[in-house]
């Protein structure tokens, strides 16, 4: 079983209200209603997307930084229209136009299906949902650039939501360990006869995960900074409960008290208890 | 004793990328102000010059004031998996046309064909062709040095079908070689060595496309002569001629002793300006520790332009007391802390005895009685403790409140790569430092 990998840092996360507020958002096209900065803002709705004007073209978006800083994870939310697509993720200490040198992070055909896989895949992996993760070694710059790929006649690429940032491997949950708890939504009616009739239905996932850290070093290198303070924030944040199974991938925001309390003896084992609940769930 | 987290006042360099995604510990959200720590890095070169290596190996550029974070093959297994923040010098580039190999001269029918791929994943490279095996093909490009004695030079090469090649800087006014070397492939690894003239050979660099990177120092030039640097794609010992094929790229020249990294002329810009790094330190003299673990760059004798090569310093920029410093001592060629009150000095070297490229881990610590200690280890070896000063007074405040990493005013910069900078309340050994 792999590691709980977290991501809730998003270099695409910029302007008012963002993670990185100095951050500057832009993509080659930014038609109105479909800005660039709508990717980093967490709404999952398909109409709150930035997409170019021009079909069957290459399109970039860029989050240009305010400082070299270090990413290791993308996911493409759900509502993109990227599957069977090309693409590559970029990232420069050069001009920030990516008019000079750069690196290819990777460039890959994002899967048209689902399929099991570790979060390290190659191809990156499809979630259950829909969305799309990948991690990689890690890069640093003074910019990233998603470039896509022409892809093909009257299509326009579509991003509802992108995240590129350091996500961390929380380490090994406690067990046991439920990765699929939830709760039903819906608007729902039962009679004297037992029957139940239900509006359209949303499956929810909701739960806590335990981690034991290795160190109680663990928590003041990543925890405190992405889980106490990003996810504390109400930041949401992408949680794979198992880095083998990255499809089970899911994103979630902090539903009560988040906590970390030191082991026995103070400088011990720590472990962190991160209350869950999933952020706008697919509904059936 | 395990250091405690909250003794931890500082991390930084390679490794505060990896755990923290930016160059200097951050614990709190940058929009909550995390990032007010009052951090100035700049390299105010006038263009796109500096260069540094991607953890594939590949070279690649960085703008102006944008800190290179290069990756350093630190385990010998050679992957390049270690990210290090580069902390260079000011240095020029005194080969006016590094790339364009076209601009060289020509002689013994030497083909020079560009547009080959060079380490910079563009076309800028040569395969320079030797087809004549009666004389022994060239290209050369003079240099100007400023000043005599040693220079460095390096130059990236690619393995075409000699089996020997070589380069030298070549005095044409007194008529000789300042330091002539072979390069010689052995299962696709170039090994230099001396055929005439003295000057250091450094470890050759494995660069991605199957590129390398060699760097040599040459002793003795005269700035005043006419001094060039020759290649000869294709000799055999003795200097005889042959046939055979050498990709070159980026041929550099520089005033020092040791080789920096690449610098890209382009124009007027012919040089890249040092790396300085400061951060607010707003804490009194303290007991304090300092683990610095990075690979050296600066080797055999560590000769700077002025002063001690700073690892890093508290206090003001200069010798205003009081001030703590960790720095190369070129008198003694050793690597000491100092801490000066403002009336006692003391100071503790260690002298690991480096080479370019060996990986080091110095423990700095300051006591509480003001006394300083210094030990130390190369590549993961023993450690090597110095003699610890005498007993000191820690004053009130430092003559600034500043830390100056890898740098210190104009003239005094580390040439490292510098993997982990931390700095912890409190007197810890070593291995203790190792182990955060």
Redesign the interface.
């Known amino acids: 079983m792999g590691g709980v990998i977290l991501l809730a ?1 998003n270099l695409f996360s910029g302007g008012i209200g ?4 100095a951050h500057i958002i832009s993509a080659e096209e930014e038609p109105a209603g479909t800005e660039a900065w709508r990717v980093g803002n967490a709404r999952r709705s398909p109409i709150d997307k930035a997409t170019a004007s021009t079909a069957n073209s290459t399109w970039w978006i860029r989050s240009v930084l305010d ?5 290791n994870c993308i996911v493409l939310d759900r509502g993109h229209n990227l599957a069977g697509k090309t693409f590559e993720l970029r990232s420069t ?4 136009d990516f008019s ?2 750069f ?1 290819t992070v990777f460039d890959v055909t994002m899967p048209s299906v689902t399929m099991p896989g570790p979060i390290d895949n190659g191809l990156g992996v499809r979630t259950e949902e829909g969305a799309w993760i990948k991690r990689y ?4 710059g ?1 910019a990233v650039e998603l470039f896509i790929d022409a892809m093909g006649a009257n299509v326009k690429p579509e991003i509802v939501n992108l995240w590129v ?2 996500a961390i491997d929380a380490g090994q949950p406690y067990l046991p360990h439920d990765q699929d708890s939830h709760e039903l939504l819906s608007v729902s009616v039962e009679t004297e006869s037992g029957w139940i009739g239900r509006a359209r239905r949303t499956r929810r996932r909701r739960g806590v995960i335990t981690i034991k850290l290795t160190s ?2 663990a ?4 925890i ?2 992405h889980v106490m ?2 996810f504390g ?1 109400g930041v949401p944040m992408w949680i794979v409960p198992d880095g083998d199974q990255a499809e089970r991938a899911f994103l979630a925001v902090r539903d009560g008290v988040v906590s970390a309390p030191l082991g026995v003896g103070g ?1 011990g084992y720590a472990t962190v208890t991160i209350p869950f609940v999933e952020f706008s769930p697919k509904p059936f | 004793m395990t250091v405690p987290r909250s003794a931890i006042l500082l991390e930084a360099g390679g490794r505060t990328y990896e755990r923290h995604g930016v160059a200097v510990r951050r614990l709190v959200p940058v929009y909550r102000g995390g990032e007010d720590w009052g951090e100035v890095f700049t390299r105010a070169d006038a263009g796109t010059i500096a260069s540094y290596v991607d953890r594939e190996g590949y070279l690649r550029r960085a703008l102006a004031n944008v800190q290179r974070l290069t990756y350093e093959d630190l385990d010998g297994d050679g992957v390049r998996e270690a990210a290090c923040v580069a902390l260079e010098a000011q240095r020029d580039n005194l080969i006016t046309e590094p790339e364009n190999f076209g601009a060289w001269s020509t002689s013994g029918g030497i083909i020079k064909t560009g547009g080959q791929a060079d380490p910079l994943g563009g076309t800028a490279a040569y395969l320079l062709d030797d087809p004549d095996v009666a004389q022994l093909s060239n290209t050369a490009l003079a240099f100007t040095a400023t000043g005599d004695g040693e220079k460095a030079l390096s130059l990236f090469v690619r393995q075409g079908s000699s089996a020997r090649s070589e380069t030298s800087l070549w005095d044409q006014t007194a008529t000789t070689h300042r330091h002539r070397i072979a390069i010689t492939w052995s299962g696709g690894v170039p090994v230099l060595a001396t055929v005439t003239g003295s000057g250091t050979r450094y470890p050759v660099s494995r660069r991605g496309g199957s590129w390398w990177r060699i760097g040599w120092s040459a002793t003795g030039v005269v700035a005043a002569n006419d001094n060039r640097v020759f290649i000869y794609p294709a000799a055999t010992a003795g200097a005889a001629a042959d046939t055979g094929t050498l990709y070159a790229f980026g041929a550099q020249a520089e005033d020092a002793t040791f080789p920096s990294s690449y610098m890209k002329r382009a124009g007027a810009v012919v040089g890249r300006a040092p790396d300085t790094w400061t951060l607010s330190w707003p804490r009194p003299p303290e007991a304090l520790t300092i683990y610095a673990h990075f690979v050296e760059l600066a080797q055999p004798t560590w000769v700077t332009i002025s002063g001690s090569p700073r690892i890093l310093q508290l206090g003001a920029s200069g010798d205003t007391d009081p001030r703590l410093a960790v720095y190369k001592d070129v008198a003694t060629d050793s690597y000491t802390i100092l801490y000066d009150g403002g009336t006692l000095t003391g100071t503790s070297p260690v002298d690991l005895n480096p080479v370019r490229g060996d990986r080091i881990e110095l423990c700095a610590t300051l006591a509480t009685n003001g006394a300083v200690a210094m030990s130390g280890r190369k590549n993961g070896g023993t450690i090597v403790a110095g003699t610890p000063s005498g007993a000191n007074t820690l004053g009130a405040a430092w003559s600034a409140q500043l830390l100056s990493i890898g740098c210190l005013g104009a003239t005094r910069y580390a040439d490292v790569h510098l993997r982990s900078l931390i700095i912890a309340s409190g007197v810890y050994t070593l291995p203790e430092m190792a182990e955060l």
Do not use: C, F, M, S
């Not at chain 1, 963002?18 to 507020?21: E, F, H």
């Not at chain 1, 070694?137 to 640093?140: A, F, G, K, Q, S």
């Not at chain 1, 928590?219 to 990543?222: A, G, I």
């Open positions: 840092d963002g993670q990185y507020p400082r070299v800083r270090a990413h200490n050069d001009a920030t000079a040198t690196e070694p890690l890069r640093t003074k940032g350091l109680y070093a928590y003041e290198e990543q405190r900074y303070g990003l924030d400088y």
